[in-house]
């Protein structure tokens, strides 16, 4: 691994910790938390938001402002404000989805969530999603967060991917495993 890779996922993880010391300390954990996500949903789906923070030219008081005006309008825990206030002076602002998504994820391991990917090529619908949260629940013996992707790609089937362990019911990973066969024959 390359020393000079810049922002690593170690630094990121610190200021993730950072937060959720700070969050847990102030008893706002949850607030903190639903902020959280509501700007990684904010930076995922808004192209124009994603930019913003990528854009080195944008200066410190302009995006200070903008934060300010989001805590205004939709209020932002003071906490979660300033942490984002820092990470603009920090010159870290440009990481924000690294070091959010790595805050997340220290929630819910704190919490004992496993982390469960799923991928299906039919659009499933809440219940589904529930069904198939309570199903690893009781397999895995643990609390599941859930992180769902509708998959066109996948032709029909789902993949599960919990940890390391994968389940891969797709008809591209059959259609794959017999061609595989077929060139080995």
């Avoid at 959010?100 to 799923?118: D, P, W």
């Amino acid at each position: 691994m390359s020393k000079n890779r810049g922002f690593s996922d170690t630094s990121a993880n610190r200021y993730s910790l950072a937060l959720y010391d700070l969050a847990e300390e102030s008893n706002s954990l949850n607030q903190v938390e639903k902020n959280s996500s509501a700007f990684l949903d904010l930076i995922l789906k808004n192209k124009d938001f994603r930019n913003l923070i990528k854009d080195p030219t944008v200066g410190q008081d302009v995006l200070i402002n903008i934060i300010n005006k989001i805590h205004n309008n939709f209020e932002l825990d003071n906490l979660f404000k300033n942490f984002l206030s820092f990470l603009i002076i920090k010159r870290r602002f440009f990481y924000l989805k690294q070091i959010l998504k790595s805050f997340n994820e220290i929630c819910s391991e704190k919490r004992g969530e496993l982390k469960a990917e799923i991928r299906s090529a039919k659009d499933l619908n809440q219940e589904e999603l529930i069904k198939i949260k309570n199903e690893l629940s009781n397999n895995f013996n643990s609390k599941i967060k859930l992180n769902y992707n509708h998959d066109q790609s996948l032709i029909g089937g789902l993949v599960i991917q919990v940890g390391s362990i994968m389940i891969d019911t797709s008809i591209k990973n059959k259609l794959k495993q017999i061609e595989n066969r077929m060139i080995e024959a």
